[in-house]
């Protein structure tokens, strides 16, 4: 949100300009006006230097934005993704329940908080955090799919089932949905119907091998 400054901050620094020119226009301040000019350029330019490390990496803005914003519930959200894709969960779980708590309306991160608690294993808690999610926001279709994959891990296949297909009904476009869907449906014998599944995947995504593997298992 940096650019949003850009605007507002003109009148500052056409201010400063001035007065800063009218220094050095005066012989006695001379000296005084430029060595100011020369320190404000040499700090500037360490800071851009500074802020520009911080945007290498997504990581590396989201760490930036931890340590000067850490009452955003936005910042522990991405602190979150962080820690996940580190393979640190504990750290991972405890920055998304955070920002839940800075902001009791925030579904993204129940969401993120559930797949964490997902693939920590902790089922009970993945689901609790998904129906917090979606009684938020009945919107987000990934976390009908995260609630058919704690319930397919569950052996609870009718309900994986339901929660899958909702999902598909919401964004039937993602090949990965659907393979996982031809999954369940192969896994219950339902041959025909994971067939279709793994047919529109690869549709959708020709180089998809887990649905084409699928479509191999179907046709022994």
Do not use: C
């Amino acid at each position: 949100a940096e650019r949003y400054v850009y605007m507002g901050v003109i009148g500052v620094i056409v201010l400063f300009s001035y007065v800063l020119y009218q220094f050095i226009q005066n012989k006695k301040y001379e000296t005084v006006g430029y060595l100011v000019f020369a320190l404000i350029l040499v700090g500037l330019t360490a800071r851009t230097i500074v802020r520009n490390l911080d945007w290498r990496t997504m990581d590396h803005l989201s760490i930036a934005t931890a340590r000067t914003s850490p009452s955003d519930p936005k910042t522990h959200n991405n602190m979150g993704d962080v820690y996940a894709k580190r393979g640190d969960f504990q750290k991972a779980a405890e920055s998304f329940a955070l920002a839940t708590q800075l902001n009791p309306r925030y579904a993204d991160a129940y969401h993120n908080l559930a797949n964490t608690y997902k693939d920590m294993g902790k089922f009970d808690l993945a689901i609790q955090n998904y129906n917090k999610a979606l009684e938020i926001n009945p919107d987000i279709w990934q976390t009908y799919q995260g609630l058919g994959v704690v319930y397919y891990l569950q052996k609870d296949m009718p309900k994986a089932l339901e929660y899958m297909e909702k999902a598909k009904s919401m964004y039937p476009i993602d090949s990965g949905l659907r393979t996982n869907l031809g999954i369940m449906y192969l896994e219950v014998g339902k041959k025909d119907l994971a067939r279709q599944e793994f047919t529109e995947a690869l549709k959708l995504n020709p180089n998809n091998q887990k649905a084409a593997l699928g479509i191999q298992e179907v046709n022994k």
